[in-house]
Each structure stands twice: as C-alpha cells, then as structure tokens.
C-alpha cells in the first residue's frame, strides 16, 4: 500500500530482473565460447576474431554482476550496491568499446578515426564508472547499438549481415523501451503502488524484466548470425579455419 511505501527500499529485486539477467549472461557465454572454443580457430592468425568474443564476453559479466546486485542488495545506501553498479558499467563500457571497434572495421581505415572513437567511448565508461551514472552508460550502449545498426544495414554484403542489424536493432528497442516504461513501472511507481504502469505485475515482472526479455532475444540472434557469418574474418567462416 501507499502508506507503506519507504524511500530507503525503493530497489528492483524483483525475480523478473535478476533471473533474466543470469539469462542474457548464460547466452553470452555461450556465444563467446562458440566462438573461442567450438571448433578451434587459429585465433593467433586472426586476432580480431578476439573483438567479437570480447563483445560477449564483457556483456555476460555484466550482466551476470547485474543480476548479482538486484539478487542479493536490499538498501540503496549499501556499499555492495555502488560496488556492484560501477563494476556493472565498466563491463558494458568495454562490451561498447569492442562494437565500436567492429564498426570502424567496416567503416574507416584511418588509425587516428580508430584512436579517436575507441577513445571517446573509453573515456565514457570511465567517467560513468567514477561517477556512477547509469544513465550514462545506458546512453553509451544505445548509440553504440544504434550505430551497428546502421553500419550493418548499409553495408549487408550477405543474410546475416542483415540478421545482424535487425539483432542490433532489437537490443536498442530493448533499451528504448525501459526508457518509456520507467516512469510507470520503475522507482517512482513505487509511490502510486504502479497503479499507472501496463505490465501485469510489476512486483514480479517489471520494465527492467521486460528489457532484458527483449535485449535477450536480439543478443540471441546476433549470436546465431554471428557463429553463421563471423564479423571479422575475411572468409566469414570458422569452419574453414579448423
């Protein structure tokens, strides 16, 4: 009820969330793995097989730290929380870093292109780190997601180029779509007993769960298109690697 609502609790631990984060991380891992282990790619002769795998990597433990803190924090002022949150983005802030460096393979061939954006995003993630803004990073993936996107749709050399795109895509709505829900069903739905938001039972299931069920799906297919057509091999195959 309203008369019960307390500022000092106002914390997303809803199953919905932290469940769906450990999800998103058992499927990174699995795509990263597929990628560095299954088959075996000569990965010292094409090292930028790396970034991609670096990508997945860094997502799952972000999302794997994520869950962690929604799992087990139960105040806002706990020191865990800000530990957990800064870790949190850091790991996303190196996920973008590595994008970004599979965009500007397709796009630039200029080193300094190269030196400024990896930069610039590098920059990003320390700054949300040190200062623990969440918005900020949340912002850094999105532009990151949303530029993919356009690269890869420009370019489309081949089907999973295009799957790859759509994937992109799927994960920036995912990210849109908390934004628009966050409002209703996030923490200032607290204060009305989320009387205003459109999911079902948001104290089980929230916008974060929602988020994440959509951001799972596009990582999911970019993982799937990803192992069918690699990024950054010029052959666009690991079986013909092994």
């Known amino acids: 009820p309203e008369q019960a609502y ?4 106002k914390l997303d631990n809803t199953i919905g969330t932290w469940s ?19 088959p075996r790619v000569p990965l010292r002769k094409h090292p930028k097989a790396y970034i991609m ?15 962690v803190n929604h799992a087990i924090v139960r105040t806002v002022d706990s020191p865990l929380k800000n530990f957990f949150e800064k870790l949190t983005s850091g790991f996303f802030g190196i996920s973008c870093v590595a994008l970004t460096l599979v965009c500007l393979e397709y796009t630039v061939t200029n080193s300094w292109a190269w030196l400024t954006a990896s930069t610039a995003v590098i920059a990003t993630t320390v700054y949300a780190v040190v200062v623990n803004n969440q918005t ?3 912002a850094l993936q999105m532009v990151t997601l949303f530029v993919f996107t356009l690269v890869f749709h420009v370019k489309r050399e081949n089907a999973m180029m295009v799957v790859k795109s759509v994937s992109a895509f799927i994960m920036f709505a995912g990210f849109l779509t908390r934004i628009l829900l966050a409002a209703d069903c996030g923490s200032g739905g607290y204060e009305n007993c989320f009387v205003d938001c459109p999911l079902p039972n948001p104290r089980v299931f929230n916008h ?28 666009n195959s690991y079986a013909s690697l092994v």
């Open 6 to 9: 307390d500022e000092h609790y």
């Open 20 to 38: 769906t984060h450990f999800a998103i991380t058992f499927v990174c891992l699995m795509a990263a793995l597929k990628i560095l282990f299954m």
């Open 53 to 67: 795998a670096t990508f997945f990597i860094f997502v799952a433990l972000a999302c794997g730290v994520a869950g």
């Open 136 to 138: 900020v990073i949340d």
């Open 208 to 235: 974060n769960g929602l988020f994440h069920i959509i951001y799972l799906v596009g990582v999911s297919l970019f993982a799937w298109a990803e192992h069918r057509s690699p990024s950054l091999l010029a052959n």
